[in-house]
C-alpha cells in the first residue's frame, strides 16, 4: 500500500469521537427489529449452508431460466422463511447462541408450507380458484408464517398492517360507512393470497425473487472486493480540500456507496465510521455531522444505476424498463444532493471551516492506479441497462465481471473464501427485503380483492375538495408517517397500491410522476423524526444526542422536500417522454428547479454572501417556491427577488468591510 492509504487509515481511526458499537446495534435494529443471532459451531454451517443454497438457485436460474413465476416466488420464499426464524429471534429475550425448538419447528413448517405450492403447482392451477381443505390449512398456515417473520425482521409496525388487512378482507360486511365491503371467506382469501400470484407471491415477492436478491448478492461482492475502500480514497481525493471537505466527502461517499447497500442504516454504518468523525475533526458540531451523514445516506436508494429495492419493484409495477426508472432518478437524486450540498458548504462558510491538508488526503491517480478496476463491473451494468438487457441479465454478468475483475490486482483478489462470504451475506441481507415484500403481498391482495384502494383515493380527494396542491400535501403526510414504521420498501408498495392510483386517475398525473412521488417521501422519512432510523444510526456515532441529530437531519433535507412538488408541475424533471425537440424547455425546467432548491437551502441555512436577515431568507424562500410552476410570470418574480436580495448583501458586505467613518 502506499502512504496515502496509509495515512487515510489513520484518519479513518475509530478513537477519534466515534461510537461504532452503539450505530452498529441501532442500524442492525433498523434492519430487523432485534438483533440478529450470530452463530458459530454447527447451526454456522447449516446456517451457511441454506443462504449459499439459496445464493445458489437464483444465480442458477438468473443464468439458465427461471421457473415458472409462482414456483420461482415459492422456492425463494421456501428459503427465506427458514433463514428468519433461525436467525431472528422472537423476542429480545430470546437466547441468541442457538435457536429454540419452536423456531426449528417454525423453520421446517415454513419451508413445508412453500414447498407445497412447488410440488402442487399443476394441481393448483387445474383446480382454478376452487382451493381444496388442504390448500385452505398450508394457505393459512403461511399467512400466519409470513406475519411472523415480518415481526420478527421487520418489527411489529409491518406485521400489524398485515394483520389489519387481513381482518378488514375477512370482517368487510360488518363495517360501517364507505369502507364497507361484502367480505371474503377463508377459501376465498386463501385461493387470493396463496394460490395465485395477486397476494404474497404477487409482483412484490417476485421483484425479490429475481432482481433484488442478485443486486444484493452483487453489492456483498463489491464490498468484499474493497470497493468501500476505493469509494471513501475518491471522495477525499477529489472533496476533502474543499471547505468544509470532510462533509463533501460524506455526501460524495455515502452517494455512490448507498447506491449499492440499498439501505440508509447500513450506509450510515459504512460510511459514517470513516466521514463523522472527520467532519467534527474540522470544526461540525457532533449533531451536524451525524446529520449530514443520515441526509447522504438516505438518498442512496434513489442513486442510479442501482438504486434500493422499491426501484426495481416500481419498474415491475409500471411495467416499464428499469433503465426509465433509472433515468427518471438522474435530476431528483441531483437536485436532493444539491440542497445538501449548499447547506453545508454555507455551513462550512458561516463558521470559517477550512478542508483537510494536502498531507492528509490521498492522490487521486494513486487510488485509481490501485483500485479504479472495481468501477469496471458498475460501468457494466449500466452499458447493459442502456443496451436495453433487462436488469436479471445485467445482475448475473455484473457478478461475474466482478469476479474477473477482482483478479486483475492481488490485494482485490477474492479468495474461495472471499466467494463464499459474498454468497452467504448476500442471501442473509436480503432476507428482511423479501420478508417485507412477502407481507406487503397481504396488503396488495386485499386491496384488488376489496377495491379498498379506491375508496382511500375517494376519500383522499374529499378531503383535497379536487385541488392537486392539497392532495399531493396529503399524500406527503401519508407517506411520511407510513414510512417512519416501514421499511422504504414496504412503504412504497402499499403508498404504490393506495395512494399513486388517484393521483394518476383522479389529477391526470402520469404513473411515472405518481408513483416517484410517493416513492421519494416514503424515502423522506428515514430523516423525519420521532422515527429517522439513520439519524438515530449517525447520532451513535457522532456520539450527539439522537433528537437533535434527527431535527438536524430533517433540517438538512429540507430543501429536497421541495424536489417531488417540482417534478409533478415539471415532469420534464423525470424525462418524462423526453425528446431531443424538447432538450431546450427540459434544460430550462432543470435550471430554475436546481436554482430553487439552491435558494431554498439558503434560506433554510440562512447565509449566502453573508449572514440574511429574516426578510431576506423569507424573499429566497418565496422565490424558491415560484419556481415550482414553470411559467414566464413566476420565474421574473422569483430571479427579481434574487437579485434584490443580492444586491443587498452586496451592499451590506461592502460596508461590513470598508465601514464608514460614523460607523
Not at 438487457?389 to 492481488?410: C, E, N, S
Request: charge should be positive; hydrophobic fraction near 55%.
Amino acid at each position: 500500500m502506499s502512504n496515502d492509504t496509509s495515512q487515510l487509515s489513520k484518519l479513518d481511526a475509530p478513537q477519534e469521537g466515534a461510537c461504532p458499537g452503539n450505530a452498529e446495534d441501532i442500524a442492525e435494529r433498523a434492519e430487523s427489529g432485534v438483533a440478529k443471532r450470530e452463530y458459530t459451531g454447527p447451526w454456522g454451517r447449516i446456517i451457511l449452508v441454506i443462504a449459499v443454497s439459496m445464493a445458489v438457485f437464483h444465480l442458477y436460474t438468473a443464468g439458465f431460466g427461471l421457473l415458472a413465476a409462482i414456483r420461482q416466488r415459492a422456492v425463494h420464499l421456501a428459503f427465506v422463511l427458514p433463514l428468519v426464524f433461525l436467525i431472528y429471534p422472537a423476542r429480545k429475550t430470546s437466547i441468541r447462541s442457538r435457536p429454540s425448538i419452536p423456531d426449528i419447528i417454525l423453520a421446517v413448517l415454513s419451508a413445508v408450507c412453500a414447498g407445497y405450492i412447488v410440488v402442487n403447482y399443476q394441481s393448483i392451477v387445474f383446480r382454478g380458484g376452487m382451493p381444496n381443505n388442504t390448500d385452505i390449512v398450508f394457505g393459512l398456515a403461511t399467512l400466519a408464517l409470513v406475519i411472523e417473520g415480518a415481526r420478527r425482521a421487520l418489527g411489529i409496525e409491518l406485521a400489524t398492517v398485515a394483520v389489519v388487512f387481513l381482518l378488514y378482507g375477512y370482517f368487510g360486511k360488518y363495517i360501517p360507512g364507505i369502507f364497507a365491503h361484502r367480505g371474503a371467506d377463508l377459501g376465498r382469501l386463501v385461493d387470493h393470497l396463496y394460490l395465485i400470484p395477486e397476494g404474497i407471491f404477487s409482483v412484490a415477492l417476485g421483484t425479490s425473487a429475481t432482481y433484488i436478491v442478485l443486486f444484493v448478492i452483487f453489492g456483498t461482492f463489491l464490498e468484499r472486493s474493497g470497493l468501500g475502500q476505493l469509494v471513501q480514497d475518491m471522495a477525499l481525493a477529489l472533496a476533502g480540500k474543499a471547505i468544509g471537505g470532510p462533509a463533501k466527502v460524506s455526501i460524495f461517499a455515502s452517494a455512490l456507496f448507498g447506491s449499492i447497500s440499498g439501505s440508509a442504516a447500513a450506509n450510515v454504518v459504512s460510511t459514517g465510521v470513516f466521514t463523522i468523525p472527520l467532519m467534527k475533526r474540522i470544526g461540525y458540531p457532533a449533531e451536524f455531522a451525524g446529520g449530514v451523514e443520515a441526509v447522504a445516506s438516505t438518498a442512496g436508494q434513489l442513486m442510479p444505476p442501482i438504486m434500493g429495492a422499491s426501484a426495481f419493484i416500481m419498474a415491475d409495477f409500471l411495467g416499464v424498463p428499469y433503465l426509465d426508472i433509472v433515468k427518471a432518478a438522474i435530476l431528483p437524486v441531483v437536485l436532493y444532493y444539491t440542497g445538501l450540498f449548499v447547506m453545508v458548504h454555507m455551513r462550512a462558510r458561516r463558521l470559517g471551516l477550512r478542508g483537510l491538508r494536502d498531507d492528509e488526503l490521498p492522490k487521486l491517480s494513486t487510488v485509481m492506479k490501485e483500485r479504479g478496476h472495481l468501477l469496471i463491473p458498475l460501468i457494466a451494468i449500466l452499458i447493459m441497462l442502456v443496451m436495453q438487457f433487462t436488469p436479471l441479465y445485467a445482475a448475473f454478468y455484473g457478478i461475474i465481471i466482478t469476479l474477473v475483475v477482482t483478479q486483475l490486482r492481488k490485494h482485490t483478489r477474492l479468495s474461495f473464501q472471499d466467494i463464499i462470504w459474498a454468497l452467504e451475506t448476500g442471501a442473509k441481507r436480503s432476507v428482511s427485503i423479501a420478508a417485507a415484500c412477502a407481507a406487503v403481498g397481504i396488503v396488495i391482495g386485499i386491496s384488488t380483492l376489496t377495491s379498498v384502494g379506491n375508496t382511500v383515493g375517494e376519500f383522499l380527494l374529499a378531503m383535497a375538495q379536487g385541488q392537486l396542491l392539497p392532495a399531493l400535501f396529503m399524500v406527503m403526510i401519508f407517506a411520511l408517517i407510513l414510512g417512519m414504521g416501514l421499511p422504504t420498501v414496504a412503504a412504497y408498495i402499499i403508498l404504490a397500491t393506495v395512494a399513486a392510483p388517484i393521483l394518476t386517475s383522479q389529477f391526470g398525473l402520469p404513473k411515472l410522476v405518481s408513483h416517484f412521488f410517493v416513492f421519494y417521501f416514503g424515502l423522506m422519512a428515514n430523516v423525519t423524526p420521532p422515527v429517522a432510523i439513520p439519524a438515530y444510526a449517525a447520532a451513535g456515532i457522532a456520539c450527539s444526542s439522537p433528537s437533535r441529530t434527527g431535527w438536524t437531519a430533517f433540517k438538512l433535507a429540507l430543501a429536497g422536500f421541495l424536489a417531488p412538488y417540482l417534478f409533478v408541475y415539471s415532469p420534464q424533471i423525470l424525462l418524462y417522454q423526453f425528446t431531443w425537440a424538447a432538450l431546450p424547455e427540459t434544460l430550462w425546467v432543470a435550471f430554475t428547479a436546481i436554482f430553487g432548491v439552491f435558494l431554498l437551502a439558503c434560506s433554510i441555512e440562512g447565509f449566502l454572501r453573508h449572514r440574511l436577515a429574516t426578510w431576506q431568507r423569507f424573499l429566497l424562500g418565496a422565490s424558491s417556491l415560484l419556481l415550482i410552476e414553470p411559467s414566464m410570470i413566476t420565474d421574473t418574480i422569483a430571479f427579481t427577488m434574487l437579485v434584490l436580495v443580492l444586491s443587498v448583501q452586496f451592499i451590506t458586505q461592502k460596508r461590513l468591510v470598508h465601514p464608514t467613518s460614523g460607523e
